[in-house]
């Protein structure tokens, strides 16, 4: 190994992993942040790598821990789990698939599929890089899932497994491979019979001396049978699933045109009197299907129905006998004795038996700042312990942990039927079909009186040319298109019939901590006696030294060159002590410092105090800070909404709160999840509807009884509650224009009702008077999907522009 | 006369083999991730090993 220096200098960028700092650790004139990232760098050159770099600009991912969790993958030692994890298993060769929520580039997939050049006893790798899957293939009798998982890790890419990866279902929805098949042949009919049927268009009645037009209507009609057989299938089963719940969907009217246009162009070609309609029919299948396909595209990267097994843990270390066990989580007993390393979830409600705890409810109740607890306190499942491990006497078992239980009752009331339209689809079908048969109806009259010989002419041709496909094609390509504007944008509609809820929105409810603040970055203020420059020095070495995670932020914000420290030692749950050259620095609690009685603090927040030789200085004050732009939102929330606050804290915060909100707004503090459940409800049940802004489990049950559930999380690959929705939480400040979107994309859809109907007008003025033939309908088919598509695409990419969303 | 038929059917054989093609390239589950084949493309070839099922 070569030379590591420390550099003392302005602010450099990590050569792994992007990081800005001030003191860099160099390393053959290349910049690293830590020894985390150098470390990575140097296993990619010993291994002939480093082309990793040469795709992305600091493609790393930052290194928490350098040595690995090496007790974190225990369970990956159980035969038990194992089974259930391989995905193949022959003889010596096992395949596992990894979830790696960190793959972001193409450096990723490069170096993940060179793991067998890292690893012996790995053969091949393969990424799924949108599923952010790696599926590894290896020698069992060489290297073990587990040893797999802490190479990842150690590379910056640690697996994430969960409860669901062994409840054995999928929760990823799939594009659907026959939708792509579908879509294919339909696409291949529809264009050669496009292509055989201009002969007969543009005959202008030059009779068929070659006789040409048997031929080419032979192999229209061959070409014809697996639109209607294989690809159109998925409109009959639509159909036939609304008929038989007495509910008259799109698909009905649909497929009865089709049937329809099938039937009479039959009866025209065995007739010879006309070629039929097959080329404007196969092109309904075939837009049908592409807008349909669209819509599903965008849900391909996320899950909606997500509940609290993607989030736990497989197993839990359990102390039995004098020996540690894996167990897996739903064997675990009241009473057993559970052992939570660091970073580890707490999966059962329980008594802390051992150790100082310091727990981070954050995917809980959203509150960054963890929180420490004494043996004999009572911890939750779902907590994530930070530091040294704990032992908790279990009290309840997984499903009936106090969270975990409030959820599953909620989903249990939540249960709906799943509707794929928004309801002014269907009112307006139900219309359009309505209108139709009223209109065939009147023609069918009309021709009775003047000349029979028309009434199934003009019946059938009202019938099929004005196939709803128009008002299908027009919302499924507006819905589609939207959706996935507003994905680009961090911000995830669980369907179409989701944003069209929102423009009945009439209050907006608040959840403050997670929600307004932040839970990456806490704000750190410090309170007390100046510390000189040489003293800050001191408390970042000493902080730096520290397991605690509140004393890495410490080092991290005061971010200051590394000392040599002569001896440092961790008391954990309490604080650190140790001495540099002459100094002792100690860092921690009130207790550890005994300063009991010295100090009175005002600030609600974690406290660490800093004492330098004996006497004490001040103390560090951390606390999650809110989220930047909130006051320019709620100002342009409150010229629509109602806007109410419920927050779980006391109300040391509502002063701050109330320079971000308008005066007129509600706020109510002290709120245990069952109470803003109730609230909701209340709300609910008053005809008020409203939007629940929440985040964590604790909110679980306010977002499910909300009319509209929008769940903030900082990562869409992890877990978040049931909702309608899910925010970036970088993205809130956006929620003024997600709200103007959806009234635009309402306006929209009606627009391009209106182009279809004023399309359908034309073909019924030639259909009622019993003039329409194929080729009309081969115009005007082409021509009003053609239209709606562009005008939906230029419109909805033009209101996003307007709005300043990201394109 | 008798060469439109010809050709005709040569169109349609050739039209064919792209859909065969795409049917193919669809079932093996390659339009799945097509932003990892994307990548895949720009990496220089080494010793590339597949997973054998």
Same mark, same amino acid.
């Given at each position: ?267 025209? =070609? ?27 595209? /965008? ?48 999966? =059962? ?126 919302? /499924? ?88 420290? /002569? ?93 971000? #909100? ?6 109510? #503090? ?138 | ?53």
């Amino acid at each position: 190994m070569k030379q590591t220096v420390e550099k003392i200098n302005e602010a450099k960028t990590c050569y792994h992993c992007g990081a800005k700092t001030k003191h860099v650790i160099a390393f053959e004139s290349l910049d690293f942040c830590c020894n985390g990232c150098l470390s990575v760098y140097q296993i990619l050159e010993k291994n002939n790598l480093c082309q990793y770099y040469n795709f992305n600009e600091n493609p790393g991912q930052p290194i928490d821990n350098p040595d690995g969790i090496d007790s974190k993958f225990v369970f990956l030692d159980d035969e038990n789990v194992l089974q259930k994890i391989y995905t193949f298993k022959q003889g010596n060769e096992a395949h596992i698939t990894f979830y790696l929520p960190q793959v972001h580039c193409s450096s990723c997939l490069y170096l993940l599929e060179n793991l067998y050049k890292i690893h012996g006893g790995v053969n091949a790798a393969k990424l799924n890089f949108s599923k952010k899957e790696l599926v590894v293939a290896f020698d069992t009798t060489i290297t073990t899932a587990r040893k797999i998982a802490n190479v990842l890790s150690k590379l910056g890419y640690e697996p994430y497994f969960s409860l669901n990866d062994i409840g054995g279902k999928d929760s990823k929805p799939k594009l659907s491979k026959m939708r792509l098949l579908r879509l294919g042949v339909a696409g291949f009919c529809f264009g050669n019979i496009m292509l055989l049927s201009f002969p007969e268009y543009f005959s202008w009645g030059i009779e068929d001396i070659d006789g040409l037009k048997p031929f080419f209507q032979l192999v229209i009609l061959v070409l014809i049978v697996p639109v209607m057989t294989f690809s159109a299938s998925e409109f009959y089963k639509l159909a036939w699933g609304g008929l038989k719940q007495k509910y008259l969907n799109i698909d009905l009217p649909i497929v009865l045109a089709m049937f329809i246009a099938f039937g009479r162009s039959l009866y025209e =070609v065995f007739t010879h009197s006309g070629p039929g309609y097959f080329d404007s029919l196969s092109g309904i299948v075939f837009f049908m299907l592409l807008g349909r396909l669209l819509q599903d595209k /965008t849900y391909q990267k996320i899950t909606f129905d997500r509940d609290y097994t993607s989030y736990f843990p497989i197993s839990a270390t359990v102390f039995k006998e004098g020996k540690e066990l894996s167990v897996q989580l739903p064997d675990i007993e009241i009473n057993d004795e559970l052992i939570i390393h660091d970073q580890e979830i707490i999966p =059962v409600d329980g008594l802390l038996a051992a150790g100082e705890a310091c727990i981070d409810y954050s995917f809980v109740t959203g509150e960054s700042v963890p929180v420490t607890l004494n043996a004999g306190s009572w911890v939750y499942a779902g907590g994530r312990q930070l530091g040294s491990s704990v032992r908790v006497l279990a009290q309840k078992t997984v499903s009936q942990s106090y969270l975990v239980s409030l959820w599953n009752q909620q989903k249990k009331e939540g249960d709906e039927p799943t509707q794929l339209e928004s309801n002014y689809v269907q009112k307006a079908s139900q219309y359009f079909t309505l209108g139709l048969f009223i209109l065939a109806t009147l023609a069918a009259i009309y021709w009775a009186n003047y000349d029979p010989s028309k009434i199934w002419d003009a019946v059938t041709a009202v019938l099929l040319v004005a196939c709803p496909c128009a008002l299908l094609l027009s919302v /499924t390509f507006t819905h589609g298109h939207f959706l996935s504007l507003l994905a680009k944008n961090g911000f995830y509609l669980k369907g179409p019939k989701s944003l069209d809820k929102m423009n009945t929105i009439k209050q907006i409810v608040f959840d403050k901590t997670g929600t307004l603040t932040q839970s990456k970055n806490p704000s750190i203020v410090y309170e007390g006696q100046k510390l000189t420059s040489d003293e800050l020095d001191l408390v970042a070495a000493i902080s730096k030294e520290s397991i605690h995670p509140h004393a890495r932020q410490i080092s991290k914000f005061l971010d200051r060159a590394k000392l040599g420290i /002569t001896e440092a030692l961790n008391y954990p749950g309490q604080g650190i002590r140790g001495r540099i050259g002459t100094h002792t620095v100690e860092l921690g609690s009130k207790a550890f410092l005994k300063i009991d009685n010295q100090i009175e603090i005002i600030e609600k927040g974690s406290f660490i105090g800093v004492k330098i030789d004996g006497q004490f200085k001040g103390y560090f004050i951390l606390k999650s800070a809110f989220r930047p732009k909130l006051m320019q939102l709620m100002q342009e929330l409150e010229t629509q909404f109602k806007l109410t606050v419920l927050s779980g804290d006391n109300d040391s915060e509502k002063s701050l709160l109330k320079g971000i #909100f308008p005066n007129n707004t509600n706020m109510i #503090f002290n709120q245990k999840p069952l109470d803003k459940r109730d609230f909701v409800s209340a709300l609910e049940s008053a005809d008020c509807t409203t939007m629940m802004v929440g985040d964590g489990l604790n909110d679980a049950g306010a977002l499910m009884s909300s009319s509209f559930g929008l769940a903030i999380t900082d990562d869409v690959s992890y877990f978040s509650p049931g909702s309608d929705a899910i925010l970036l939480g970088d993205h809130l400040p956006q929620l003024g224009a997600f709200f103007k979107m959806s009234q635009k994309m309402r306006n929209i859809i009606w627009w391009s009702f209106a182009i279809s109907i004023a399309y359908n007008v034309v073909g019924l003025f030639f259909a009622v008077r019993a003039e329409l033939n194929p080729m009309i309908a081969a115009i005007l088919m082409p021509a009003s999907s053609i239209t709606i598509v562009l005008f939906t695409w230029i419109a909805s990419t033009l209101s996003a522009k307007m709005l300043k969303l990201k394109i | 006369m008798s060469v439109v038929i010809i050709l005709m059917v040569l169109s349609i054989l050739v039209a064919g083999s792209f859909l065969v093609a795409y049917l193919w390239s669809a079932k093996t589950g390659q339009f799945e991730d097509p932003d990892a084949n994307a990548f895949r493309i720009l990496i220089d070839d080494e010793k590339v090993r597949e997973i054998k099922k």
